[in-house]
């Protein structure tokens, strides 16, 4: 079974603060998503990367830098926190083809910016 | 885009009996669906995938029926039980855009004995 992990688990900032999420799947998959969770929204998407050095933007890209530096590797900036991006980050990984393209998912990150 | 709704936000059931979640979409072009569980927390765990139109499938304890015909995607809980109490995404997939999932805005179940 696919194994994504992140970290931290938890994170708590300032607004202004510079905080970097990590992801790393070992299952080579191809592409790998992050997403974030609020209630009233579910998840929704932020960036997603197909491959190393690839980025593409998802539905809710504002405030949200992204960079994967290797298969294994996607990681999520946010150079200036605020308030609003408060909430619980997930990044998953799927091999993108196949019928299903099933995504595996971390066990996600607590954000607080206060 | 896609857009995905899902009802109702909250559901209290008592043990044994069951429950209905009910997605609809938007995007004719949206070929895979899934839904997925998130305990107190915990991640996302897949539940069920499903694919052709009006199927019916089953699983521990649950029933999906996806009707396309009627862009449609429901989650049936039979004889619940306090382990089923948790929060429901439904989420939709296209097989364009690097098939990134849609997701339902969440129902949260509670199972009281």
């Known amino acids: 079974e696919a194994a994504v992990t992140q970290s931290p688990r938890n994170k708590v900032t300032v607004t202004g603060g510079n905080v970097t999420l990590s992801c790393r799947q070992t299952?080579?998959?191809?592409?790998m998503y992050w997403y974030r969770q609020d209630t009233g929204h579910g998840l929704r998407l932020i960036h997603y990367?197909?491959?190393?050095?690839?980025?593409q933007i998802g539905d809710v890209p504002d405030g949200y830098k992204a960079t994967r530096t290797t298969q294994e590797d996607f990681f999520l900036l946010l150079e200036l926190a605020s308030p609003s991006q408060t909430s619980l980050y997930f990044c998953?990984?799927?091999?993108?083809?196949?019928?299903?393209?099933?995504?595996?998912f971390g066990p996600g990150t607590r954000l607080t910016v206060l | 885009g896609e857009q995905v709704e899902q009802r109702p936000p909250h559901l209290s059931v008592r043990e044994g009996d069951s429950a209905v979640i009910i997605c609809t979409y938007t995007?004719?072009?949206?070929?895979?669906f899934f839904w997925y569980k998130q305990e107190p927390g915990a991640g996302l765990q897949l539940l069920m995938k499903?694919?052709?139109?009006?199927e019916i499938n089953e699983g521990q304890g649950f029933t999906v029926l996806l009707n396309k015909k009627d862009k449609q995607l429901s989650l049936n809980l039979t004889a619940a039980h306090p382990g089923d109490s948790a929060v429901y995404f439904c989420?939709?997939?296209?097989?364009?855009?690097?098939?990134?999932?849609?997701f339902g805005t969440g129902t949260t179940v509670s199972v009281s004995p």
């Open positions: 995007d004719p072009n949206s070929y895979y």
């Open positions: 299952n080579s998959h191809n592409y």
């Open positions: 998953a990984s799927s091999d993108g083809t196949g019928v299903y393209a099933e995504q595996f």
């Open positions: 499903v694919f052709s139109s009006t």
């Open positions: 990367s197909y491959g190393a050095g690839n980025l």
């Open positions: 989420a939709v997939q296209a097989y364009q855009g690097g098939r990134a999932l849609i």
